[in-house]
C-alpha cells in the first residue's frame, strides 16, 4: 500500500519538523511565560489607564511602550483597549496599544531571539513601536468625536478583587503563585491552541516548500511582502505562534523584510479586531487602523532588508544554526515541559467540556422531573 506508507511518511516528516521548530523555541518561550506572569503581577491596570487620557502624543507614545512587553493577543487586547477608551483614554492611546501589544511581547521577543536572531528580536519591538504611534497620532488628528468618562476601578493584580490596593496585601510566595498560574495556566491556556498550530504550520511549511522557493519563485522582495501582507491582515494568529511560520517561511527563501511584515500585520489585524473597531471606534478610524498598520508594516520591511543587506547578513544561515550555542539536553528538556503543558490544556478543555456536558444533563433531568411533577398536581 504504496500511498499509506507515503502519507505515514509525510505525516512523521512533518512532525520532525515541527518538533525541530519546538526545540529551538521551546527554552525561550518558557522564559517568555515566566515574564509575562512577572508582568500581570507588576503592572497595575488603573495606573496604566491613567497615563492614557490626553489627546496629545505622550499619551500616544505611553500607550505603545505600555503595551509592548504585554502578553496578549489580538482576542485580550480589543476588549481592553475599548475598556481603556471607556475609562477616558483618547481614540489614539486606545488604538497605540491596541495595535503595538498583539504586535509584540516579552513571550514573542524571546521566541524572536531564539528563532530568528538578535536583530529581529531588537528590531521587531521598534517596529511595532512605531506603528503603533503613527496610528496613534493619527487617529488623535480625527475630530469630532468626544471621550466617554467613567471611573476607573481598583483591581488587585494578585487576586482580581476590586479595590485591591486597600485593606489587604500579598506576600512574596502569593506573588510568584499568581505569575505562575497566570503564565503557565491562563495565559498559556490561551494561546495554546493558535500557538500548537503555529509550531504544525511550521512544520508543513519546512517538509513541503522546497528551499530558496520564494527567492527563486516569488520576484522582488517588494511583491513577496505584499503577499505576506495579504495573508497576515485577515487571519487571527498571535504573535508568539507567528515566529516559527516566519521562521520556516525565512528557511524556504522569503526575505527578512516580507517575514516581519507578517509578523507585524498578522497579529495586529484580524477580521474580528476590524469589526470591533468599526463597531465601537468608528468607520473613520477603522480606516486609520487598517491603512497605517499595512503602510507601517510595509515600510519596516522594506527597513529591514536595507539593514540585512547593509550589514550583510545571511539570514537563513542565522536560523538554521541560530541556538546552536545550547546544550541539547536543554532543548530536549524545555521542549517535554512545553508539550506536557500542550497536553495539560487539552485534559483541562476535556474536563471542562465534560463538566459542562453533564451540569446541562442534570438540568434536563431537574426540569423533567419539575414538570412530571407539576402535571400530578
Known amino acids: 500500500m ?14 520532525l519538523e515541527a518538533f525541530h521548530v519546538l526545540n529551538e523555541a521551546s527554552l525561550y518561550l518558557l522564559i517568555g511565560l515566566a515574564l ?23 499619551s500616544v507614545v505611553r500607550a505603545a511602550l505600555f503595551g509592548i512587553p504585554l502578553p496578549l ?12 477608551r471607556r475609562q477616558g483614554s483618547s481614540k489614539g492611546a486606545s488604538l ?3 495595535v503595538s501589544t498583539p504586535e509584540t511581547g516579552v513571550d514573542s521577543i524571546a ?3 531564539a528563532l530568528l536572531g538578535p536583530l529581529f528580536a531588537v528590531f521587531r519591538p521598534v517596529a511595532a513601536l512605531v506603528t503603533a504611534v503613527v496610528t496613534g497620532l493619527w487617529a488623535n488628528a480625527l475630530k469630532g468625536e468626544e471621550k466617554v468618562q467613567e471611573p476607573t476601578e481598583d ?3 494578585v487576586c482580581d478583587l476590586e479595590n485591591g490596593d486597600t485593606g489587604h496585601s500579598h506576600t512574596r510566595r502569593e506573588m510568584a503563585g499568581s505569575a505562575f498560574r497566570y503564565a503557565f495556566d491562563e495565559f498559556f491556556g490561551d494561546i495554546a491552541g493558535w500557538l500548537f498550530f503555529g509550531f504544525l504550520l511550521a512544520g508543513v511549511v ?13 520576484g522582488g522582495p517588494f511583491s513577496s511582502m505584499l503577499l505576506m501582507l495579504a495573508v497576515g491582515v485577515p487571519i487571527y494568529i498571535c504573535a508568539s505562534a507567528s515566529t516559527p511560520i516566519a521562521a520556516a517561511l525565512i528557511l524556504r527563501g522569503l526575505n527578512p523584510g516580507a517575514a516581519l511584515v507578517f509578523l507585524l500585520a498578522g497579529p495586529a489585524t484580524n477580521v474580528a479586531a476590524i469589526t ?7 468607520k473613520r478610524v477603522t480606516v486609520v487602523y487598517l491603512v497605517s498598520v499595512c503602510a507601517m508594516s510595509l515600510l519596516m520591511g522594506y527597513l529591514l532588508n536595507v539593514l540585512v543587506l547593509g550589514l550583510g547578513l545571511d539570514y537563513t544561515t542565522y536560523v538554521t544554526h541560530g541556538t546552536e550555542f545550547l546544550p541539547y539536553w536543554l532543548k530536549i528538556g524545555t521542549s517535554v515541559i512545553v508539550l506536557l503543558l500542550f497536553l495539560r490544556c487539552v485534559i483541562v478543555r476535556f474536563r471542562r467540556k465534560h463538566l459542562s456536558e453533564d451540569d446541562l444533563c442534570c438540568q434536563a433531568e431537574h426540569s423533567h422531573a419539575a414538570g412530571e411533577l407539576s402535571h400530578h398536581h
Do not use: T
Request: charged content about 15%; glycine content about 10%.
Open 2 to 15: 504504496p500511498f499509506f506508507d507515503q502519507a505515514a511518511g509525510a505525516v512523521m516528516g512533518i512532525l
Open 36 to 58: 509575562a506572569g512577572l508582568f500581570k503581577v507588576v503592572y497595575k491596570q488603573e495606573k496604566i489607564y491613567s497615563h492614557m487620557g490626553g489627546d496629545d502624543a505622550r
Open 73 to 84: 493577543c489580538s482576542c485580550g487586547v480589543v476588549p481592553m483597549a475599548l475598556s481603556m
Open 96 to 98: 497605540s496599544f491596541m
Open 111 to 113: 521566541i524572536s531571539y
Open 155 to 157: 483591581i488587585c493584580q
Open 206 to 218: 519546512s517538509y513541503i516548500i522546497p528551499e530558496n522557493f520564494f527567492s527563486d519563485y516569488m
Open 276 to 282: 470591533m473597531v468599526g463597531r465601537y471606534l468608528g
